[in-house]
């Protein structure tokens, strides 16, 4: 796969499928690259300080894409082959529209996390970002079914399911993740145990990074507790500890715990690691992308007067037979539907989404598929 896919006439139709504001558009080549490696610069990300070029470019980039590429596994319930794939010139050609002859933007289509982090990456890189992909386990504690496991001694990880892109800018290292649907971060988050810090405006939830162990190590250390000391004097070279993303869902509430999301090591992954990893997604019978249906796009505070703008306010996100649109922490469900036709006219409506004939009849024969009247 060439590391660098992205020539400087796509990424500016990127720049436009993702709606970037004029101001954060630097010209693919020296003047991106110069921004992305910040010129010898060293960010900085401590609070009531301003972030660097970089780290606005890249926070800039991130909350745009989240906003305009959705979250979904549609190829794998609306299409004739029910699979995904993660090479670079169908994903342009996909979320891109880049050769389909569809023009800018394409219709609308996202992906799960191995196309939207493999699309996004391979631009950072084009652009000048010193970017490398690893994979992820993802904790039990985000099932969607109401069956999934409630305490804390009961989650456990899946294998490698999941991808993210770590991103260095001077001396810092940076999860950056544009592929975890309406749980994952909202912005770069440094690699270092952290405190609470806001995931948006959309919900109270908080997010963190801790370091520690997992369960299934055998470890008499517990990772999910609210400790943020790993226990070892050097954690960022341990072989037996994974950095865990967690989620608050409310950072007020004193019942409110800390949940796993997914746990990832510093290991550089490659493309033949996402192939196989993306073949069990995909195609596995436990996989739940071939069970479920699910889209979720970010909402933006675009004003120019804003104090954050481009700052994430809200999502919207369909699953489980309805739409439903959270704003500052207030949910509204915007519709329901029960029919295959209901569906897809909300896929166009709220996500701007729009399916081929073709595509429409490969939902025969899915589980997820709803009567079609």
Same mark, same amino acid.
């Given at each position: 796969m060439d590391i660098a896919a992205?020539?400087?006439?796509?990424?500016?139709?990127?720049?436009? *499928?993702?709606? !970037?504001p004029e101001k954060h558009r630097h010209a693919p080549?020296?003047?991106s690259k110069a921004i992305a490696r910040d010129a010898g610069r060293t960010p900085t990300h401590s609070p009531g300080?301003?972030? /660097?070029?970089? =780290? /606005?470019y890249l926070t800039a980039l991130q909350s745009y894409h989240k906003a305009s590429i959705p979250f979904e596994n549609l190829s794998l319930h609306y299409s004739e082959t029910h699979s995904v794939s993660i090479e670079p010139d169908d994903l342009k050609r996909k979320i891109l529209g880049l050769g389909d002859g569809s023009g800018s933007g394409g219709r609308g289509r996202?992906?799960?996390?191995?196309? @939207? $982090?493999? +699309?996004?990456?391979? !631009?950072?890189?084009? =652009?000048?970002?010193?970017?490398?992909?690893?994979?992820?386990?993802?904790?039990?504690?985000?099932?969607?079914?109401?069956?999934?496991? #409630? #305490?804390?001694?009961?989650? *456990?990880? /899946? %294998?490698?399911?999941?991808? +993210? $892109?770590?991103?260095?800018?001077?001396?810092?290292?940076? +999860?950056?993740?544009?592929?975890?649907g309406a749980n994952g971060p909202t912005r770069p988050v440094a690699l270092s145990p952290s405190s609470a810090t806001p995931m948006s405006r959309a919900t109270p939830s908080v997010m963190r990074l801790i370091r520690a162990p997992i369960p299934e190590q055998g470890s008499s250390d517990h990772p999910?507790?609210?400790?943020?000391? /790993?226990? @070892?004097?050097?954690?960022?070279?341990?072989t037996s500890t994974f950095w865990i993303y967690q989620v608050k869902h409310s950072a007020e509430s004193p019942d409110s715990e800390w949940l796993p999301a997914y746990c990832?090591?510093?290991?550089?992954?490659?493309?033949?690691?996402?192939?196989?990893?993306?073949f069990a997604t995909s195609q596995g019978e436990d996989s739940w992308f071939r069970k479920e249906i699910v889209c979720v796009k970010f909402l933006l505070d675009e004003r120019e007067e804003a104090?954050?703008?481009? *700052?994430?306010?809200?999502?919207?996100v369909m699953a489980q037979g309805q739409v439903k649109r959270r704003v500052e922490g207030k949910s509204e469900?915007?519709?329901?539907?029960?029919?295959? *036709?209901?569906?897809?006219?909300?896929?166009?409506?709220?996500? %701007?989404?729009?399916?081929?004939?073709?595509?429409?009849?490969g939902i025969d024969g899915s589980v997820a598929m709803l009567p079609m009247e």
């Open positions: 992205f020539t400087a006439s796509e990424i500016q139709h990127y720049y436009d *499928r993702i709606r !970037l080549g020296p003047a300080t301003s972030p /660097s070029p970089a =780290l /606005s996202g992906g799960y996390c191995t196309e @939207n $982090n493999a +699309l996004f990456g391979m !631009l950072l890189r084009s =652009l000048g970002f010193e970017v490398y992909a690893t994979g992820a386990r993802v904790s039990s504690a985000m099932a969607m079914s109401e069956g999934g496991p #409630k #305490k804390q001694e009961e989650f *456990r990880y /899946s %294998g490698w399911s999941h991808m +993210l $892109n770590i991103v260095t800018i001077g001396s810092v290292r940076y +999860l950056v993740d544009v592929g975890f999910h507790t609210n400790d943020t000391k /790993s226990g @070892n004097d050097d954690p960022y070279r341990s990832f090591p510093e290991t550089p992954f490659i493309h033949a690691d996402f192939k196989v990893m993306n104090e954050d703008e481009g *700052r994430v306010v809200g999502e919207l469900t915007l519709c329901r539907f029960g029919t295959e *036709r209901e569906r897809i006219e909300a896929l166009g409506q709220y996500f %701007g989404i729009v399916l081929t004939e073709e595509e429409k009849k």
